[in-house]
Structure formats: C-alpha cells, structure tokens
C-alpha cells in the first residue's frame, strides 16, 4: 500500500485514461494508485511527445515549494511551458525553448532532474529536437499548442500542498 505517498507521478502515454469495465466506476491507472493509498496522480489523457512532456515535468517539479499545491505546480509549469508572458524563463520562443532544452539535457547527464531520471531514450530525443526545434515546432511560442501540454492532469487530492508551510500536528 502507499499510505504515505503524496503524490504518483505516471509518464506513460494516455496514463491517465479511465477504461469503462461495466462496473459502476471507471478504472485505470489513476485508480489503482488512488485506491491503494496515493494522495494524488498526475498523468496523461492522450499521447504527448517526449520534448515537451520531458521539460513540462521538469518544470512541474521545479514549481513545487512550500504551499503550492500539486495543481498549481502543474498550472505553473503549463503556463511557463505555453511561452505565458510574466512566467520567470517562459519560452516565449525558440530560443528561450533550446536554452531550456539544453539546460535539461545537461542536467540530465549530471543526474539532477526534477525527481527522477530521464530514460536513454527520451533524452536522445531531445538532443535530436535541439538543431531542429524551429521546424518541429513553427509556432511562437514553440510550445503554445495545446497538444503539448493540456493532456497533463491531476487526479485525486491535488489541491493541498505538497510541502505544507507549517508542520502538521498529528
């Protein structure tokens, strides 16, 4: 059980779609981590590409801070991701996005992103989108599109903090 997990984050692609199964509820991944204890889930509800998905999730974790809760981290690194003006490093355009990605891929290599690793994979992606990132992604700002970022959702308790201000009595 996962009692004492706050927050489960799924980077699977559409891992956060709910199958109807004829039961009285939907279920799926989120459910399953819901049930057996995890205070929040964020996930997917389509397929999202590797690039954006990588330096969003990046973010997101970046944007969690003493009372923020797990939706307004996410809100926040959604909005910093779309290029939105008064965002502190928005990528407001291509080369704000190849300063970011290159800032990930160097941190990658180092060990320290977000909470968690990059896979092999993913990150030999985003070393391939570096050169070409204008083509990929014509729009200004790159990222604004939202099939880059609105498939990303919280599920569960997303609106407390994940780092409470004060401790918590027991």
């Known amino acids: 059980?996962?009692?004492?997990?706050?927050?489960?984050r799924l980077n699977g692609c559409a891992s956060g779609v709910l199958q109807d199964w004829g039961s009285k509820n939907p279920e799926?991944?989120?459910?399953?981590?819901?049930?057996?204890?995890s205070g929040s889930v964020v996930s997917t509800l389509w397929p999202v590409d590797d690039l954006p998905s990588a330096l969003l999730l990046d973010r997101f974790?970046?944007?969690?801070?003493?009372?923020?809760?797990?939706?307004?981290?996410?809100?926040?690194?959604?909005?910093?991701?779309?290029g939105c003006p008064g965002r502190d490093g928005a990528l407001t355009d291509v080369t704000a996005a190849k300063a970011a990605v290159a800032d990930l891929i160097?941190?990658?290599?180092?060990?320290?992103?977000?909470?968690?690793?990059?896979?092999?994979?993913?990150?030999?992606?985003?070393?391939?989108?570096m050169d070409n990132l204008s083509f990929l992604y014509?729009?200004?700002p790159p990222f604004s599109g939202p099939?880059?970022?609105a498939a990303h959702i919280v599920q569960g308790a997303g609106f407390s903090p994940l780092f409470p201000t004060r401790p918590v009595e027991s």
Request: glycine share 10%; net charge positive.
């Open 28 to 37: 799926g991944l989120p459910t399953g981590f819901l049930a057996a204890g």
């Open 138 to 140: 014509p729009q200004t």
């Open 1 to 8: 059980l996962m009692e004492r997990t706050v927050l489960t």
């Open 61 to 82: 974790h970046a944007e969690m801070k003493p009372g923020v809760t797990i939706a307004q981290a996410l809100c926040r690194a959604v909005n910093w991701l779309r």
């Open 147 to 149: 099939a880059h970022w």
């Open 106 to 129: 160097r941190r990658a290599q180092q060990g320290i992103v977000g909470h968690g690793q990059i896979s092999e994979p993913v990150l030999q992606h985003c070393k391939d989108c």
